[in-house]
């Protein structure tokens, strides 16, 4: 069984530009996340998607962040302007069910310079 | 609301050697409980969790932990230390009954251990 998927690995970009990151999650699993960890601190949890429908997105630091996951499957994370502070390892994970183990992707490193 | 303190930052220990990290929590309603561990360049892996029932967690990699309800305390033991342990480890909670989805991370604890 594949694992969480994240796209890209890497991503330098200039502030102020654009950039998208991608999830695929276990096949099957209704429930996706979006967590954060910025400069080696905690990690924090963005939003939470059941199927196509945002459940929580009380973690989103503000209207420059877009999530999406259109036909409940794949999600997108979009950061448009790109600002400094938003550097940080971007984390998908999904679950079965919410409360429910949760398989974490990889990560992507975003460095906004 | 929820909250995490992983007790210091850094661990190093020799091999053979016991394995603590500590791990204490705040939670308004009964939490669920995480432990999972960051090799280098890989995502996050679950070692354990707590829901409910016993409160002696076994996980994988000879790891447990205790739920400590009256302590708010799950620390992670293994009582002998392998040089494939070095790694992140990272405590979560989730609210069980109103937001298990949304788990709130400590800052890690990067464990080093020494031949």
């Known amino acids: 069984e594949a694992g969480v998927t994240q796209f890209p690995s890497h991503s330098v970009i200039e502030k102020g530009q654009t950039v998208t990151l991608r999830c695929d999650p276990i096949?099957?699993?209704?429930?996706l996340y979006w967590y954060r960890r910025v400069m080696g601190k905690e990690i924090k949890f963005l939003l939470h998607?059941?199927?196509?429908?945002?459940?929580?997105e009380s973690g989103m630091p503000n209207n420059r962040f877009l999530a999406e996951r259109t036909g409940g499957t794949y999600s997108t994370l979009k950061v448009q302007p790109a600002e400094l502070e938003d550097s940080g390892v971007y984390f998908c994970?999904?679950?079965?069910?919410?409360?429910?183990?949760?398989?974490f992707g990889p990560g992507t490193r975003l460095t906004v310079t | 609301a929820q909250s995490v303190t992983q007790l210091g930052s850094h661990v190093s220990v020799s091999e053979g050697a016991l394995v603590l990290l500590r791990c204490n929590y705040s939670?308004?309603?009964?939490?669920?409980l995480f432990w999972y561990v960051q090799y280098p360049n890989q995502g996050l892996q679950l070692l354990l969790k707590?829901?409910?029932?016993?409160?002696l967690v076994k996980g994988i990699n000879g790891f447990e932990a205790e739920f400590k309800k009256s302590e708010t305390s799950f620390h992670l033991t293994k009582p002998s230390a392998h040089m494939s342990d070095a790694a992140e480890y990272f405590c979560?909670?989730?609210?069980?009954?109103?937001?298990?989805?949304?788990?709130?991370f400590g800052d890690g604890t990067t464990l080093t251990v020494k031949p």
């Open positions: 994970a999904s679950s079965l069910w919410t409360g429910n183990e949760q398989y």
């Open positions: 096949s099957g699993h209704d429930n």
């Open positions: 998607f059941v199927k196509e429908s945002k459940q929580d």
């Open positions: 939670s308004s309603v009964p939490p669920y």
């Open positions: 707590y829901t409910t029932g016993a409160t």
């Open positions: 979560a909670v989730s609210e069980a009954w109103t937001n298990a989805g949304k788990s709130t």
